[in-house]
């Protein structure tokens, strides 16, 4: 069984998706969940978790209306304004729906570096944890030692950062990505997503070698037990069909014992996100 846990949902309008520019141009149209089913099923994908790539709470309940028509959605990570004073009402309306698994917000976007220390933002987060929502850290590699800190304020909230933080792959540059990555893993409540990377690479001519310096760090840093896969799709488009950027996981994880295999390619995630067994 095989959980992808990171993938994206859209209709496509140039007003919400500015970030797709002239280069991505192939991300320029509609990705609803009937252009992933028969991916997932040539892939032996059996669930997913949608994360949100919208930051307002309209797209949140959409993400959750979908997650009620297709059966592999196991789980939503939407948007709420942690910022806000009606930041319990807010989720408070969608709470109630088992599916919303998770927030995040587009960190990596704010011109404020110290963004996620904030005291607004701050005070956000620590309404998580009373309604079982994990938060997933969309961060560039200098923002590593500022989610340190902040993981380290909230030892009882669940967090789990995306991408592996994005590092500079093309570039084949490890540090200071590498030390300041072991130190946040170093935070037990703290999981990472093997996604993101080929568009990390060379988006035209990437290798399945390029990435293995980084999978070394990250399986070194955290460990069998709290890694989960993802897939990106269908920002990974740019780089790579669905079935070929899950096999850089599975293919680097061969070599692993058939438990360790389970917990990162579904277990992790299920039991991360809280998501129904089917």
């Known amino acids: 069984m095989i959980i992808d846990s990171h993938h994206h949902f859209w209709e496509f309008n140039k007003e919400d998706y500015r970030w797709i520019d002239d280069s991505m141009s192939i991300l320029r149209r509609d990705f609803l969940p009937p252009?992933?089913?028969?991916?997932?099923q040539e892939a032996d994908v059996s669930g997913t978790v949608v994360v949100q790539a919208r930051q307002n709470l309209d797209e949140t309940r959409w993400l959750l209306e979908l997650a009620g028509e297709y059966d592999f959605i196991r789980g939503v990570v939407g948007w709420v304004d942690l910022r806000s004073e009606e930041i319990e009402n807010q989720i408070n309306e969608l709470a109630d729906n088992p599916k919303l698994v998770g927030v995040r917000h587009v960190v990596q976007d704010e011109p404020d570096d110290d963004f996620m220390?904030?005291?607004d933002f701050i005070r956000g987060i620590?309404?998580?944890k009373s309604y079982n929502l994990a938060y997933d850290l969309l961060l560039f590699p200098k923002h590593l030692s500022r989610a340190a800190e902040?993981?380290?304020?909230f030892p009882e909230q669940k967090f789990v950062l995306d991408h592996i933080s994005k590092p500079l792959i093309k570039s084949g540059i490890l540090d200071p990505w590498r030390a300041d990555l072991e130190h946040l893993a170093a935070r037990p409540n703290i999981w990472c997503k093997i996604?993101?990377?080929v568009t990390e690479a060379d988006t035209e001519n990437w290798k399945y070698e390029n990435f293995i310096p980084y999978l070394d760090v990250v399986v070194d840093a955290f460990g069998t037990n709290r890694l989960?896969?993802?897939?990106d799709w269908p920002v990974c488009l740019l780089a790579g069909e669905y079935s070929e950027i899950l096999d850089i996981p599975q293919r680097y994880f061969k070599k692993f014992s058939a438990i360790e295999r389970v917990k990162i390619?579904?277990?992790n995630c299920i039991d991360f996100y809280d998501?129904?067994?089917?």
């Open 35 to 40: 252009h992933l089913e028969d991916q997932l």
């Open 117 to 119: 220390l904030r005291a």
């Open 126 to 128: 620590e309404k998580l």
């Open 150 to 153: 902040l993981v380290s304020m």
């Open 195 to 197: 996604s993101g990377l």
């Open 228 to 231: 989960m896969i993802g897939s």
């Open 265 to 267: 390619m579904s277990s």
């Open 275 to 278: 998501l129904p067994i089917q």
